[in-house]
T-cell receptor
């Protein structure tokens, strides 16, 4: 069974204080690893898709990386508007369903 | 702008009532999903469909049912709501593209 574990559960940062979120996964053949952002009371919003170890994607202050066992979401010089829950999900090569982790809730203080 | 719509956004209903949560998408995606999410918890797949007239139960057991008569429409029905059904219900759709799923804004259901 596919498993996704995210750490830490919560992260409180000062504005400008860079940090990283971890997503460890086990899957029987990886089709893709996805990062989403979820604001309170809303549905998840797509950020990145990573397909193979060594791949990196960037968007504004966010950078996602992938190894064979885990993915990191690096937040560089965060701003208060980066406060959200960040979800990681994996999709196995034999299926289309996504398995999600519980997320990391990031709070950035001004 | 998201092209998947869920209604209602919020619903408070009494125990024993029958409810239908609506989900529609305009992207022509053949795959659609329903997830249940409690506060601070991960999303759990309760139903999915890979095409018209095809539905399957997900990993989390649910007393709800779904139908897929049209590609764009994937409603979820609870025949008799109970307080244990209180949760947020998220609908999503996908194709084989790079974006994984596109999610709706969710329906927050409270059964009293």
């Amino acid at each position: 069974e596919d498993q996704v574990t995210q750490s830490p559960e919560a992260l409180r940062l000062q504005e400008g204080e860079s940090s990283s979120l971890n997503c460890s996964y086990t899957v029987s053949g990886l089709r893709g690893l996805f990062w989403y952002r979820q604001d309170p009371g809303k549905g998840p919003e797509f950020l990145f898709t990573l397909y193979s170890a060594g791949e990196e994607k960037e968007k504004e202050r966010l950078k996602a990386t992938l190894t064979k066992k885990e993915s990191f979401l690096h937040i560089t010089a965060p701003k208060p508007e980066d406060s959200a829950t960040y979800l990681c999900a994996v999709q196995a090569s034999h299926d289309y369903k996504l398995s999600f982790g519980a997320g990391t809730t990031v709070t950035v203080r001004a | 702008e998201a092209d998947i719509y869920q209604t209602p956004r919020y619903l408070v209903i009494g125990t024993g009532k029958k409810i239908t949560l609506e989900c529609s998408q305009t992207m022509g995606h053949d795959k659609m999903y329903w997830y249940q999410q409690d506060p601070g918890m991960e999303l759990h797949l309760i139903h999915y469909s890979y095409g018209v007239n095809s539905t399957e139960k997900g990993d989390l057991s649910s007393e709800s049912t779904v139908s897929r008569i049209r590609t764009e429409h994937f409603p979820l029905t609870l025949e008799s709501a109970r307080p244990s059904h209180t949760s947020q219900y998220l609908c999503a759709s996908s194709d084989l593209g790079v974006y994984g799923y596109t999610f709706g804004s969710g329906t927050r259901l409270t059964v009293v």
